[in-house]
């Protein structure tokens, strides 16, 4: 067990050839130390190994094609799982595989993904001796070093054709070791793009026992700030009252109230990114009871003020070169909420969501959102779970953000 692995996400490519029986003990050893792993696989590897087996231990789908049969809205996969992970292994690479990682041949969803990725790779080459001293996998595998492709070099010996070489996969365990190396050095080092996300619902009192609020649990924005971190960017995350736990390698900081939240967000509104997406009370009490309001014969009339607009002051404060997100949710006339905001508040997104829709809205889970851009473009995203609409988000709010390096 190597705790360097623990909670890292790392793809496992496997290709057809016949040392992909060693991938299973792979994808075992990444799981027992705390590894999130997602399975790839070319359809050729299927006649070596199969999907149940590797989807078992790996607690995942095991995908194979780009555009999956009855998956609505899958076809943007590999562009999310490239955001999601920390680092992807390509073993067994075949002579094939390593051709077409080159060239960048896209025929399924392994060389799709390793197209996508922001993260480091590693491919560890495996097949009989005569093919892997060949001068085109050699110069194939030169190239990948050149892109900053680690290549794990094949042992010597007894090989599937029943010829002694070079050829071998590296053992599992030795696999295993060599990504925890890169993991460390690939760390992030916290000279990334600055991220200010805001999360949650705010409290507005109305007397010391009562206050007034909204239904956000801030999952969405606490994985926006997770993904954020992930992809080496220095995380400020302005909370609201919640109890989610504070995301590795994020600071926080935590309110209660709309007024509270406003002036927190102008005290760290120079980050390079700024991603709304609280639920900020829009109105607070006029004037909050110093003590519990008795309950009386009638109805109890309670006066409103407006809280500070902070996305408004955001848009109008903002520099030349920062990325600016809002949150719209709209239950009636949706984009024409949502378009009425992008364009009023000065914004270069907005992410619109409607909690009466299947699948969006409130609390842990998924939502499904569709993004406005300030140049005009529209993003429909299906059904998703939240860690990877927050992957999307921050996939199209380029160049702002991006993995250092």
Request: glycine share 8%; charged share 25%; hydrophobic share 40%.
């Amino acid at each position: 067990m190597n705790q360097k692995l623990s909670g890292k996400r790392i793809i496992v490519g496997i290709s057809g050839g016949i040392a992909a029986y060693k991938s299973v003990e792979l994808v075992r050893l990444l799981r027992k130390s705390g590894a999130e792993v997602q399975v790839l696989m070319t359809p050729d590897a299927h006649r070596f190994v199969t999907p149940l087996t590797l989807g078992t231990l790996s607690e995942r789908e095991v995908l194979t094609e780009i555009f999956p049969p009855n998956q609505t809205g899958s076809w943007t996969k590999h562009v999310h799982l490239g955001l999601w992970a920390d680092l992807m292994i390509v073993a067994p690479a075949t002579a094939n595989t390593l051709s077409k990682l080159v060239t960048g041949v896209c025929d399924s969803m392994l060389t799709a993904v390793a197209l996508s990725a922001r993260c480091p790779m590693m491919v560890c080459p495996a097949m009989d001796h005569d093919m892997y001293e060949h001068a085109s996998t050699r110069d194939n595998l030169s190239t990948l070093r050149e892109r900053g492709v680690a290549v794990m070099d094949a042992p010597e010996g007894l090989l599937a054709s029943g010829l002694t070489g070079k050829g071998r996969l590296p053992e599992p365990e030795d696999i295993a070791e060599r990504a925890a190396g890169l993991l460390a050095d690939h760390s992030p080092t916290q000279a990334g793009p600055r991220v200010l996300v805001t999360a949650g619902p705010t409290r507005e009192s109305l007397d010391p026992v009562r206050y007034i609020t909204n239904r956000s649990s801030g999952t969405m924005g606490f994985e926006i700030a997770r993904a954020a971190q992930r992809m080496g960017c220095r995380v400020t995350l302005v909370a609201g009252p919640t109890a989610l736990e504070t995301p590795e390698g994020v600071t926080r900081v935590d309110v209660e109230t709309a007024r509270e939240m406003h002036a927190a967000v102008l005290a760290h509104r120079d980050a390079d990114v700024i991603v709304m997406a609280a639920a900020v009370a829009d109105y607070e009490a006029a004037s909050v009871s110093r003590d519990k309001i008795k309950k009386a014969d009638g109805d109890l009339v309670l006066q409103l003020s407006r809280t500070p607009d902070i996305l408004r002051e955001l848009g109008a404060r903002r520099t030349d070169d920062q990325v600016l997100v809002g949150f719209a949710l709209e239950t009636r006339d949706a984009e024409k909420g949502a378009l009425k905001k992008l364009h009023g508040k000065n914004v270069d997104w907005i992410v619109l969501n409607n909690p009466t829709e299947e699948g969006a809205g409130f609390g842990p889970g998924t939502n499904k959102v569709t993004l406005y851009g300030r140049d005009g473009r529209v993003e429909p995203l299906p059904v998703m779970s939240k860690a990877d609409v927050a992957l999307a988000i921050l996939g199209f709010v380029e160049p702002g953000v991006k993995r250092p390096g």
